[in-house]
């Protein structure tokens, strides 16, 4: 059972930058594929980002593609999520998530599909 532990959120303007880190606990975070999501109030849970167990394959949606990276470390155990050029509508509660026994280049978009999942990290953009 993996547990996961986001922080890095917080309150930025329009235009600002934040990076959220999820650190997992465990010796197996190298065969996990993971993700993040997030949820805004009233909304429904929304991928945002994806990355293999190597770290070589990335998926995004499209609201954020260009503006955010995530990269991990497997020698510690972190995934990270760098948000640049923030805007108000990326205002949400941030989850990382975590799918075990993933193969070399698989990545997974939905929540369904992940095992384990972080408390979330608010973040909220002002405009």
């Known amino acids: 059972q993996a547990q996961l532990v986001e922080s890095g959120g917080g309150l930025v303007q329009a235009g600002g930058y934040l990076r959220l880190s999820c650190a997992a606990s465990g010796r197996t975070f190298s065969t996990y594929a993971m993700g993040w999501f997030r949820q805004a109030p009233g909304q429904e849970r929304e991928f945002v980002a994806a990355i293999s167990r190597s770290g070589g394959i990335t998926h995004y949606v499209d609201s954020v593609r260009g503006r955010f990276t995530i990269s991990r470390d497997n020698v510690k155990n972190t995934v990270y999520l760098q948000m640049n050029s923030l805007k108000p509508e990326d205002t949400a509660v941030y989850y990382c998530?975590?799918?075990?026994?993933?193969?070399?280049?698989?990545?997974?978009?939905?929540?369904?599909?992940?095992?384990?999942w972080g408390q979330g990290t608010q973040v909220t953009v002002s405009g």
């Open positions: 998530a975590a799918k075990g026994a993933a193969t070399g280049w698989q990545l997974y978009t939905a929540g369904s599909e992940y095992d384990y």
